[in-house]
């Protein structure tokens, strides 16, 4: 069973568009985040929730919307795609050991914005 | 702001030799949490190695230990014994507490390629 799952896996779509990246989790972690890999491979935290409440958020543009529905979940809504945008999506989540936890990395969704 | 560094952009080593991955970083809290993840191309990201801050002892996994240099904020990976498989894009990452609870800061990474 995959611990951490994103779907889709690829996503292509065109500018203007809104679209939704899926992650659920079946490790029972508490902590859940979104990360950014751009084209040059540098990995950036967006967002991270715990038992379904935000508790951080990188100055991510308004157009990006996280939403839990349960511990589980985490999933990504981006509204008004722009050519930017374009990039790999990690969701992770780690235990509730606190900094010492490890991140367990979904396999990342790549979209491609036109 | 709370950085990690990876002056090198690519490494590369013969199969069965060692080699060291450089990694520095920026931090004001006594408490942290150091980590090597390795994203073959594959795009998975695996851990590989985690070194506590309180602990002075190098942490090690099989063919990978780290040289931990708290006073120098240094954490550098070697990986003894390369195999083709270690061919991978490694990230050196430092999670700390308060109100940096949870967030993994990354460096820039590491392409590493090991060679017949």
């Known amino acids: 069973d995959t611990a951490v799952s994103q779907t889709p896996k690829y996503l292509v779509t065109q500018m203007g568009n809104d679209k939704s990246i899926k992650c659920e989790q079946n490790l029972g972690h508490d902590t859940m985040y979104w990360y950014k890999q751009d084209s040059k491979k540098f990995l950036k935290i967006m967002f991270s929730y715990n038992n379904k409440e935000l508790i951080i958020n990188e100055t991510v543009p308004n157009r990006f919307s996280p939403k839990s529905p349960d511990k589980a979940h985490l999933n990504l809504h981006i509204n008004s795609l722009e050519l930017g945008d374009s990039a790999v999506y990690f969701c992770a989540s780690s235990p509730p050991t606190g900094p010492a936890g490890e991140l367990f990395f979904g396999e990342g969704s790549r979209l491609t914005v036109l | 702001a709370q950085t990690v560094t990876q002056s090198q952009p690519e490494m590369s080593v013969q199969e069965a030799e060692t080699v060291t991955l450089s990694c520095t970083y920026d931090?004001?809290?006594?408490?942290?949490?150091l980590f090597w993840y390795k994203q073959p191309p594959s795009r998975q990201m695996i851990l590989v190695i985690r070194?506590?801050?309180?602990?002075?002892q190098n942490a090690t996994e099989n063919r990978f230990s780290v040289n931990f240099q708290k006073a120098a904020k240094s954490f550098s990976l070697k990986i003894s014994d390369s195999q083709l498989g270690d061919t991978a894009m490694y990230f050196c990452a430092r999670k700390g507490g308060g109100t940096s609870y949870g967030k993994l800061t990354f460096g820039q990474g590491t392409i590493l390629t090991v060679h017949p």
């Open positions: 931090t004001s809290e006594n408490n942290y949490y």
């Open positions: 070194q506590e801050a309180y602990k002075q």
